[in-house]
Protein backbone atom coordinates (compact mmCIF):
# COMPACT_ATOMS: atom_id res chain seq x y z
CA UNK A 1 0.00 0.00 0.00
CA UNK A 2 1.20 3.47 -1.12
CA UNK A 3 -1.51 5.68 0.32
CA UNK A 4 -1.00 7.31 3.65
CA UNK A 5 -3.84 6.06 5.98
CA UNK A 6 -2.73 7.62 9.24
CA UNK A 7 -3.42 11.25 10.89
CA UNK A 8 0.12 12.51 10.73
CA UNK A 9 1.11 14.26 7.99
CA UNK A 10 0.25 18.17 8.62
CA UNK A 11 3.29 19.50 9.92
CA UNK A 12 6.58 18.27 7.33
CA UNK A 13 2.83 13.69 16.40
CA UNK A 14 7.19 5.63 34.95
CA UNK A 15 7.39 9.11 35.76
CA UNK A 16 9.99 10.94 34.77
CA UNK A 17 11.33 14.51 35.21
CA UNK A 18 10.65 16.72 32.44
CA UNK A 19 13.79 18.74 30.53
CA UNK A 20 14.14 21.90 33.07
CA UNK A 21 16.86 22.68 30.85
CA UNK A 22 21.40 22.71 30.78
CA UNK A 23 22.67 26.13 31.73
CA UNK A 24 26.13 28.06 31.53
CA UNK A 25 27.08 31.83 31.28
CA UNK A 26 27.78 33.15 28.34
CA UNK A 27 29.30 36.52 28.57
CA UNK A 28 27.49 39.02 31.20
CA UNK A 29 24.61 36.37 30.33
CA UNK A 30 23.33 32.84 30.04
CA UNK A 31 22.74 30.54 27.01
CA UNK A 32 20.12 27.54 27.78
CA UNK A 33 19.18 24.49 25.96
CA UNK A 34 16.21 22.69 26.75
CA UNK A 35 13.66 20.35 25.31
CA UNK A 36 11.27 22.16 22.91
CA UNK A 37 7.90 20.38 23.33
CA UNK A 38 6.86 21.14 27.40
CA UNK A 39 6.65 17.57 28.83
CA UNK A 40 8.16 15.59 26.46
CA UNK A 41 9.07 12.14 26.88
CA UNK A 42 11.87 10.41 25.59
CA UNK A 43 10.42 6.86 25.03
CA UNK A 44 12.27 4.33 23.26
CA UNK A 45 10.75 1.44 21.23
CA UNK A 46 12.27 -2.06 22.42
CA UNK A 47 12.33 -5.67 21.89
CA UNK A 48 14.28 -9.16 22.96
CA UNK A 49 15.33 -11.32 20.53
CA UNK A 50 17.34 -14.25 22.49
CA UNK A 51 19.73 -12.81 24.63
CA UNK A 52 19.61 -9.54 22.75
CA UNK A 53 17.94 -6.21 23.03
CA UNK A 54 16.67 -4.33 20.52
CA UNK A 55 16.52 -0.35 20.95
CA UNK A 56 14.97 2.24 18.62
CA UNK A 57 15.28 6.03 20.13
CA UNK A 58 13.69 9.11 18.42
CA UNK A 59 15.91 11.99 20.22
CA UNK A 60 13.65 14.86 21.67
CA UNK A 61 13.84 18.10 19.62
CA UNK A 62 15.57 21.35 21.50
CA UNK A 63 15.26 25.04 22.15
CA UNK A 64 18.51 26.85 22.63
CA UNK A 65 17.61 30.39 24.08
CA UNK A 66 20.59 33.31 24.38
CA UNK A 67 19.32 36.12 26.70
CA UNK A 68 23.47 36.66 26.98
CA UNK A 69 24.82 39.74 25.02
CA UNK A 70 26.59 38.32 22.54
CA UNK A 71 25.89 35.62 19.50
CA UNK A 72 26.20 32.24 20.09
CA UNK A 73 27.45 29.70 16.95
CA UNK A 74 25.34 25.83 17.09
CA UNK A 75 27.69 23.53 16.23
CA UNK A 76 27.64 20.03 16.30
CA UNK A 77 25.29 17.43 18.39
CA UNK A 78 26.46 13.86 19.62
CA UNK A 79 23.77 11.66 21.44
CA UNK A 80 25.22 8.44 23.38
CA UNK A 81 22.89 5.65 24.63
CA UNK A 82 23.86 4.73 28.23
CA UNK A 83 23.40 1.18 29.56
CA UNK A 84 24.65 0.36 33.38
CA UNK A 85 26.24 3.50 33.47
CA UNK A 86 28.61 3.20 30.44
CA UNK A 87 28.34 4.45 26.65
CA UNK A 88 27.40 1.71 24.22
CA UNK A 89 26.51 3.77 21.06
CA UNK A 90 27.04 7.55 19.88
CA UNK A 91 26.27 9.12 17.30
CA UNK A 92 27.49 13.26 15.85
CA UNK A 93 25.38 15.09 13.89
CA UNK A 94 27.69 17.77 12.03
CA UNK A 95 28.25 21.49 12.44
CA UNK A 96 27.03 21.89 8.51
CA UNK A 97 24.04 19.53 8.92
CA UNK A 98 22.70 21.08 11.93
CA UNK A 99 23.34 24.51 10.26
CA UNK A 100 21.07 23.63 7.17
CA UNK A 101 18.32 21.83 8.99
CA UNK A 102 18.17 25.55 11.73
CA UNK A 103 18.24 27.66 8.88
CA UNK A 104 15.24 25.66 6.91
CA UNK A 105 13.26 25.18 10.36
CA UNK A 106 13.52 28.84 11.14
CA UNK A 107 12.32 30.05 7.49
CA UNK A 108 9.46 27.46 8.09
CA UNK A 109 8.33 28.85 11.22
CA UNK A 110 8.58 32.38 10.43
CA UNK A 111 6.07 31.86 8.03
CA UNK A 112 3.72 30.48 10.34
CA UNK A 113 4.78 32.07 13.87
CA UNK A 114 5.77 35.18 12.61
CA UNK A 115 8.72 37.70 13.59
CA UNK A 116 7.86 39.06 17.26
CA UNK A 117 8.52 37.34 20.18
CA UNK A 118 6.92 33.94 21.39
CA UNK A 119 6.12 32.33 24.57
CA UNK A 120 4.21 29.13 25.31
CA UNK A 121 2.64 28.36 21.55
CA UNK A 122 0.24 25.94 21.11
CA UNK A 123 -0.32 26.23 17.46
CA UNK A 124 -2.28 23.25 16.00
CA UNK A 125 -0.99 22.33 12.94
CA UNK A 126 2.88 22.54 14.48
CA UNK A 127 1.09 21.06 17.85
CA UNK A 128 0.13 17.61 15.37
CA UNK A 129 3.77 16.44 15.93
CA UNK A 130 4.79 19.01 18.85
CA UNK A 131 2.85 19.52 21.32
CA UNK A 132 3.08 22.81 23.36
CA UNK A 133 6.52 24.62 22.74
CA UNK A 134 7.74 27.12 24.81
CA UNK A 135 10.06 29.82 23.39
CA UNK A 136 11.11 31.59 26.50
CA UNK A 137 9.67 34.95 24.99
CA UNK A 138 12.69 34.93 22.62
CA UNK A 139 12.52 36.05 18.89
CA UNK A 140 13.29 32.49 16.23
CA UNK A 141 17.01 33.30 14.77
CA UNK A 142 17.93 33.09 11.18
CA UNK A 143 19.99 30.37 11.07
CA UNK A 144 22.45 28.51 13.36
CA UNK A 145 23.87 31.67 14.54
CA UNK A 146 21.68 32.70 17.88
CA UNK A 147 21.61 36.58 18.31
CA UNK A 148 20.31 37.92 21.81
CA UNK A 149 17.38 37.85 22.30
CA UNK A 150 16.78 35.27 19.78
CA UNK A 151 16.26 31.12 19.83
CA UNK A 152 17.47 28.70 17.92
CA UNK A 153 15.46 24.86 17.18
CA UNK A 154 17.29 21.94 16.98
CA UNK A 155 15.27 19.32 15.08
CA UNK A 156 16.77 16.34 15.67
CA UNK A 157 13.91 14.06 15.72
CA UNK A 158 14.01 15.04 11.88
CA UNK A 159 17.90 14.48 11.45
CA UNK A 160 19.31 11.25 13.44
CA UNK A 161 17.31 7.92 15.09
CA UNK A 162 19.44 6.30 17.46
CA UNK A 163 19.68 2.54 17.16
CA UNK A 164 21.36 -0.19 18.53
CA UNK A 165 21.52 -4.34 19.18
CA UNK A 166 23.63 -5.39 21.83
CA UNK A 167 23.13 -7.86 25.59
CA UNK A 168 22.15 -4.88 27.90
CA UNK A 169 18.81 -2.85 27.84
CA UNK A 170 19.57 0.97 27.25
CA UNK A 171 18.58 3.31 30.23
CA UNK A 172 19.47 6.38 29.14
CA UNK A 173 20.19 9.37 26.29
CA UNK A 174 22.82 12.08 26.58
CA UNK A 175 22.83 14.74 24.51
CA UNK A 176 25.70 17.22 24.07
CA UNK A 177 25.44 20.55 22.17
CA UNK A 178 28.16 22.23 20.94
CA UNK A 179 28.28 25.78 20.75
CA UNK A 180 30.85 28.94 20.10
CA UNK A 181 30.48 32.44 22.14
CA UNK A 182 33.34 35.00 21.72
CA UNK A 183 35.38 32.64 19.70
CA UNK A 184 35.27 30.35 23.05
CA UNK A 185 33.70 26.47 22.62
CA UNK A 186 31.28 25.03 24.86
CA UNK A 187 29.07 22.46 25.66
CA UNK A 188 25.51 22.39 26.56
CA UNK A 189 24.19 18.88 28.29
CA UNK A 190 20.04 19.54 28.92
CA UNK A 191 19.10 16.74 30.40
CA UNK A 192 16.89 14.18 28.75
CA UNK A 193 13.28 12.50 30.10
CA UNK A 194 14.27 9.22 29.08
CA UNK A 195 12.23 5.91 30.64
CA UNK A 196 11.95 2.73 28.66
CA UNK A 197 8.23 2.76 29.02
CA UNK A 198 6.19 0.07 29.28
CA UNK A 199 2.33 -0.43 29.22
CA UNK A 200 1.01 -0.67 33.24
CA UNK A 201 -2.75 -1.91 31.79
CA UNK A 202 -3.71 -4.80 30.36
CA UNK A 203 -5.20 -4.22 26.90
CA UNK A 204 -7.59 -6.56 24.63
CA UNK A 205 -7.25 -5.61 20.69
CA UNK A 206 -9.65 -2.87 19.61
CA UNK A 207 -11.26 -4.86 16.63
CA UNK A 208 -11.71 -8.98 16.16
CA UNK A 209 -11.14 -10.82 13.06
CA UNK A 210 -8.45 -10.31 10.56
CA UNK A 211 -6.33 -7.19 10.72
CA UNK A 212 -3.42 -5.94 9.08
CA UNK A 213 -1.50 -3.34 10.90
CA UNK A 214 0.71 -0.88 9.00
CA UNK A 215 2.00 2.60 9.51
CA UNK A 216 4.05 1.05 13.29
CA UNK A 217 6.11 2.54 14.87
CA UNK A 218 9.41 1.79 13.10
CA UNK A 219 7.78 3.09 10.05
CA UNK A 220 9.62 6.60 11.14
CA UNK A 221 7.91 8.54 8.29
CA UNK A 222 4.38 8.44 9.59
CA UNK A 223 3.04 7.97 13.00
CA UNK A 224 6.58 8.04 14.29
CA UNK A 225 7.36 11.50 13.79
CA UNK A 226 4.26 13.18 15.86
CA UNK A 227 3.79 13.40 19.80
CA UNK A 228 1.11 11.95 20.78
CA UNK A 229 0.90 9.66 17.67
CA UNK A 230 4.70 8.19 18.09
CA UNK A 231 3.57 4.36 18.84
CA UNK A 232 -0.06 4.61 16.94
CA UNK A 233 -1.45 1.90 14.55
CA UNK A 234 -3.75 2.03 11.55
CA UNK A 235 -5.43 -1.08 11.41
CA UNK A 236 -7.60 -2.44 8.07
CA UNK A 237 -8.35 -5.91 6.78
CA UNK A 238 -5.68 -6.07 3.09
CA UNK A 239 -5.73 -9.18 0.46
CA UNK A 240 -3.96 -9.74 -2.54
CA UNK A 241 -5.51 -6.73 -5.12
CA UNK A 242 -5.82 -8.38 -8.74
CA UNK A 243 -2.49 -6.53 -9.06
CA UNK A 244 -1.05 -9.00 -6.43
CA UNK A 245 -0.25 -5.92 -3.99
CA UNK A 246 -2.52 -5.87 -0.69
CA UNK A 247 -5.06 -3.73 -0.58
CA UNK A 248 -7.83 -3.17 1.79
CA UNK A 249 -10.56 -3.02 -0.91
CA UNK A 250 -12.44 -6.43 -1.68
CA UNK A 251 -13.54 -4.91 -4.78
CA UNK A 252 -11.31 -4.50 -7.98
CA UNK A 253 -12.32 -0.94 -8.70
CA UNK A 254 -13.79 0.47 -5.17
CA UNK A 255 -16.11 3.26 -5.27
CA UNK A 256 -18.03 3.30 -1.98
CA UNK A 257 -16.72 2.75 1.80
CA UNK A 258 -18.71 -0.43 1.99
CA UNK A 259 -16.04 -2.05 -0.62
CA UNK A 260 -13.58 -1.73 1.96
CA UNK A 261 -13.09 -5.13 3.86
CA UNK A 262 -12.62 -3.27 7.49
CA UNK A 263 -15.73 -1.07 6.95
CA UNK A 264 -18.17 -0.56 9.90
CA UNK A 265 -16.05 -3.44 11.77
CA UNK A 266 -17.00 -3.03 15.45
CA UNK A 267 -14.56 -1.23 17.39
CA UNK A 268 -14.05 -2.09 20.95
CA UNK A 269 -13.02 -0.39 24.16
CA UNK A 270 -9.35 -2.08 24.70
CA UNK A 271 -9.88 -1.90 28.96
CA UNK A 272 -11.95 -1.12 31.36
CA UNK A 273 -12.08 3.02 31.90
CA UNK A 274 -14.20 6.42 31.25
CA UNK A 275 -14.98 7.72 28.56
CA UNK A 276 -13.26 11.65 28.43
CA UNK A 277 -14.58 13.19 25.20
CA UNK A 278 -15.57 12.41 21.70
CA UNK A 279 -16.44 13.77 18.64
CA UNK A 280 -19.44 12.40 16.03
CA UNK A 281 -20.27 14.79 13.68
CA UNK A 282 -18.33 14.16 10.52
CA UNK A 283 -20.42 12.82 8.02
CA UNK A 284 -19.46 9.85 5.88
CA UNK A 285 -20.56 11.55 2.87
CA UNK A 286 -17.68 13.87 2.72
CA UNK A 287 -15.14 10.59 2.30
CA UNK A 288 -17.52 8.32 0.59
CA UNK A 289 -15.76 7.30 -2.10
CA UNK A 290 -12.15 7.34 -0.96
CA UNK A 291 -10.18 5.68 -4.50
CA UNK A 292 -11.86 9.27 -5.70
CA UNK A 293 -9.85 11.77 -3.69
CA UNK A 294 -6.08 12.23 -3.93
CA UNK A 295 -4.22 12.94 -0.20
CA UNK A 296 -4.57 16.38 -1.38
CA UNK A 297 -7.83 17.00 -2.28
CA UNK A 298 -8.48 15.50 1.49
CA UNK A 299 -6.21 18.00 3.56
CA UNK A 300 -8.37 20.55 1.39
CA UNK A 301 -11.67 18.87 2.79
CA UNK A 302 -10.26 18.33 6.09
CA UNK A 303 -9.33 22.11 6.07
CA UNK A 304 -12.79 23.06 4.95
CA UNK A 305 -14.34 21.09 8.02
CA UNK A 306 -12.41 22.84 10.46
CA UNK A 307 -14.21 25.84 10.84
CA UNK A 308 -17.49 23.57 11.42
CA UNK A 309 -16.57 21.08 13.53
CA UNK A 310 -13.07 22.42 15.39
CA UNK A 311 -8.93 21.12 14.26
CA UNK A 312 -9.33 17.87 16.33
CA UNK A 313 -12.67 16.51 15.01
CA UNK A 314 -11.73 17.35 11.83
CA UNK A 315 -8.36 15.88 11.86
CA UNK A 316 -9.37 12.64 13.19
CA UNK A 317 -13.18 12.26 11.84
CA UNK A 318 -15.05 10.78 14.55
CA UNK A 319 -13.26 9.88 17.42
CA UNK A 320 -13.03 8.75 21.45
CA UNK A 321 -10.96 9.10 23.82
CA UNK A 322 -11.02 7.21 27.09
CA UNK A 323 -9.34 6.98 30.55
CA UNK A 324 -7.86 3.66 32.05
CA UNK A 325 -7.81 5.53 35.24
CA UNK A 326 -3.77 4.33 35.71
CA UNK A 327 -2.44 7.47 33.66
CA UNK A 328 -3.00 5.41 30.35
CA UNK A 329 -5.46 7.06 27.56
CA UNK A 330 -7.02 5.57 24.35
CA UNK A 331 -7.50 7.03 21.36
CA UNK A 332 -9.69 5.83 18.56
CA UNK A 333 -10.35 7.54 15.15
CA UNK A 334 -11.96 8.01 11.88
CA UNK A 335 -15.04 6.00 13.56
CA UNK A 336 -18.13 5.93 11.08
CA UNK A 337 -20.38 8.51 11.09
CA UNK A 338 -23.40 7.91 13.88
CA UNK A 339 -22.07 4.60 15.58
CA UNK A 340 -20.49 6.23 18.58
CA UNK A 341 -22.73 4.51 21.64
CA UNK A 342 -20.71 5.73 24.39
CA UNK A 343 -20.39 9.79 25.59
CA UNK A 344 -18.32 11.62 27.79
CA UNK A 345 -18.93 10.31 31.82
CA UNK A 346 -19.54 6.71 30.46
CA UNK A 347 -18.08 4.08 32.22
CA UNK A 348 -16.86 1.27 29.66
CA UNK A 349 -15.48 -2.52 30.05
CA UNK A 350 -12.97 -4.18 28.71
CA UNK A 351 -14.41 -5.49 24.78
CA UNK A 352 -17.83 -3.11 25.19
CA UNK A 353 -18.84 -2.03 21.23
CA UNK A 354 -17.95 1.06 21.57
CA UNK A 355 -18.07 2.52 17.68
CA UNK A 356 -17.43 1.25 14.43
CA UNK A 357 -14.48 1.72 11.47
CA UNK A 358 -15.02 4.16 9.48
CA UNK A 359 -13.40 6.76 6.61
CA UNK A 360 -13.68 10.43 8.45
CA UNK A 361 -11.62 12.78 8.64
CA UNK A 362 -7.46 12.86 7.56
CA UNK A 363 -8.09 9.27 6.26
CA UNK A 364 -7.68 7.33 2.85
CA UNK A 365 -9.22 4.81 3.10
CA UNK A 366 -11.47 3.29 5.77
CA UNK A 367 -9.30 1.74 8.80
CA UNK A 368 -8.84 2.52 12.53
CA UNK A 369 -6.27 4.83 13.89
CA UNK A 370 -5.28 3.59 17.76
CA UNK A 371 -3.32 4.67 19.94
CA UNK A 372 -2.68 5.19 23.71
CA UNK A 373 -1.40 8.40 25.38
CA UNK A 374 0.01 9.92 28.58
CA UNK A 375 -3.34 12.29 28.86
CA UNK A 376 -6.42 13.24 27.24
CA UNK A 377 -5.45 15.75 25.25
CA UNK A 378 -3.94 14.62 21.55
CA UNK A 379 -2.12 17.59 20.98
CA UNK A 380 -0.10 17.90 24.43
CA UNK A 381 0.02 14.02 25.61
CA UNK A 382 3.00 11.70 24.72
CA UNK A 383 2.05 8.42 22.85
CA UNK A 384 2.31 5.56 24.98
CA UNK A 385 3.79 2.13 23.80
CA UNK A 386 1.50 -0.77 24.01
CA UNK A 387 0.91 -4.52 23.80
CA UNK A 388 -2.21 -6.43 23.56
CA UNK A 389 -3.69 -9.75 25.51
CA UNK A 390 -3.64 -12.67 22.96
CA UNK A 391 -1.05 -11.01 20.91
CA UNK A 392 2.46 -11.78 21.83
CA UNK A 393 5.88 -10.21 20.58
CA UNK A 394 6.39 -13.43 18.16
CA UNK A 395 3.98 -12.12 15.62
CA UNK A 396 6.29 -9.43 14.86
CA UNK A 397 9.60 -12.53 14.94
CA UNK A 398 9.32 -15.84 16.11
CA UNK A 399 12.31 -14.90 17.79
CA UNK A 400 11.07 -12.01 19.91
CA UNK A 401 10.11 -13.15 23.74
CA UNK A 402 9.00 -9.91 24.89
CA UNK A 403 8.45 -6.17 23.58
CA UNK A 404 6.96 -2.61 24.38
CA UNK A 405 5.44 -2.33 21.58
CA UNK A 406 4.20 -3.74 17.89
CA UNK A 407 7.20 -2.48 16.52
CA UNK A 408 7.42 -3.43 12.86
CA UNK A 409 7.10 -0.97 10.27
CA UNK A 410 4.38 -2.01 8.00
CA UNK A 411 2.47 -5.29 7.40
CA UNK A 412 1.46 -7.38 10.57
CA UNK A 413 -1.00 -9.63 9.64
CA UNK A 414 -3.01 -11.31 12.92
CA UNK A 415 -6.68 -12.68 13.69
CA UNK A 416 -8.00 -10.91 16.86
CA UNK A 417 -10.24 -12.27 19.24
Not at 113 to 122: A, F, I, N, S
Given at each position: ???????F???????????????????S??V???????????I???????????????P?????????????K?????L???????E???T??L??????????VH????AK??????????E?M?A???G??N???AR??????????????I????L?F???TG????E??????????????Q????????????????????L???C?????????T??????????????????????????G?????????????????S???????T??????R?P?????????LS?????????????????????A?????I???????S???H???????V?PG??????D??????N?????????????M????F????????????I???????????A?T??G?????????
Open positions: MTRHLGLGLCALAVCHLCQGAEIKAGGDTVRCLTVGKKVPVFAQCGHLWIFNIKPDLVLINNSKDPVVGEVVTAMAAGRVVRTITEVISAAMEQAQWRLGDGPLGTVMPLTGLEMFGGLADGATVKPGECGIMLSQQLSHAMKLGLKISVAVEERGKPTLEPPVPYVAYECKGRYRFPGGDTLVCMPMNVQHRKALSQEFAIDVLDAGPAVDGVLSARAPSPSKLEDYAIYHRVMAVGDGVMTTGNYDAVQANPASLAEIDRLMEKSIPKLGFLHALGNYIVDHGNGEFFYALAENTITKDTVRKGIIAAVGTGRSTEPHLHFQMDGPNLEANGLPVMFDGPPNVMNDNYTANLMSDHICLRAE
